[in-house]
């Protein structure tokens, strides 16, 4: 029979009350496996990580988790892998986990929205993960929260509802081997009516988290790509020493770069800023964080 990995990361899925009534991811591995499905224990195999809210996961603890990924993929008996994971940062995990996917085994990712969820989101993953059928799909990835999506182009729509995760549709890239990613600087700077270009200067040249400065940077603009005169100044001069991927705010389509004037997409095109394409702010930062570590284009993940 073969044997499903269930690695645990905590969130919400592996959550309960405190003495203050506060959400707390206690709950271990083998806990969750023996809530969701109890009759098939013996086909899962238990995997602690962390347990952690998923807001507080860093590059080092997504660096572990690919890691340890890999390492129960090249099992020769796991057939599958699954992650539980907090849905909060659940789409920027899944991105670095669908860039680093080379094997032909189905790696799924789910989570919980609340107290009641979990169990069946979980079932579902180890039963997505144990169909052959999901293998080699051109999806990559899977995630299972509520509904069963593609990790590219994912984005949490809805802080509360059971299915919290919506897709804007999205080609996947080829996979790359894994690389670490700890230590790479690319802060999100989010754009709004007749902003300032002071935060962008600030994170390009004086770095964030101690830090000497940013590796690069996501600008989350307005509509389709657009910002004020300012911080598009503010972007063209961060151009000349570091990439600048340009995303949006608004949920659902594609940041192609149409508009022109100081601060239109057109104009940060063409100072040599890129376009998302697809992805958020969130799985923008991570697919360019893997573009640098490896040494790619990042024109060739975005998009």
């Known amino acids: 029979m073969s044997t499903i990995a269930v690695i645990a990361t905590g969130g919400t899925i592996a959550c309960v009350p405190d003495e203050t009534g506060a959400l707390v991811p206690k709950l271990t591995a083998a806990d969750l496996i023996e809530r969701a499905a109890p009759n ?11 347990a952690v809210d998923s807001s507080s996961m860093t590059l080092e603890d997504v660096d572990r988790l690919v890691a340890e990924v890999h390492a129960q993929l090249d099992d020769a008996s796991v057939s599958g892998v699954v992650i539980t994971h907090g849905t909060d940062s659940l789409a920027d995990t899944a991105i670095v986990l669908d860039m680093f996917h080379t094997s032909d085994k189905p790696l799924v990712v789910t989570g919980a929205m609340g107290a009641d969820d979990g169990p069946g989101n979980l079932r579902r993953a180890i039963e997505l993960a144990a169909r052959d059928t999901v293998a080699g799909d051109a999806e990559g990835v899977t995630v299972c929260v509520g509904g069963v999506l593609p990790a590219r182009g994912l984005f949490k729509q809805d802080t509360a509802a059971m299915i919290p995760f919506a897709l804007n549709p999205a080609t996947r890239p080829q996979p790359v081997p894994p690389v670490a990613l700890a230590g790479v600087n690319i ?28 590796d690069g940077l996501v600008v989350e603009a307005l509509g389709a790509g657009n910002v004020s005169d300012e911080m598009g100044a503010a972007i063209e001069r961060a151009l000349r020493t570091i990439p600048v991927v340009v995303t949006t705010s608004v949920p659902l389509g594609s940041v192609e770069f149409a508009y022109g004037g100081p601060g239109g997409g057109s104009t940060l095109g063409a100072f040599g800023a890129i376009p998302s394409g697809p992805l958020r702010a969130g799985q923008a930062r991570m697919a360019l964080a893997v573009a640098l570590r490896v040494g790619l284009d990042p024109t060739s993940v975005l998009g």
Do not use: K, Q
């Open 187 to 214: 802060p999100i700077v989010r754009a709004w009516p007749g902003a300032g270009g002071e935060l962008i200067d600030y994170a390009v040249n004086s770095g964030v988290n101690g830090a000497d400065g940013a």
């Open 40 to 50: 098939i224990e013996g086909v899962c195999r238990p995997v602690d990580l962390r």
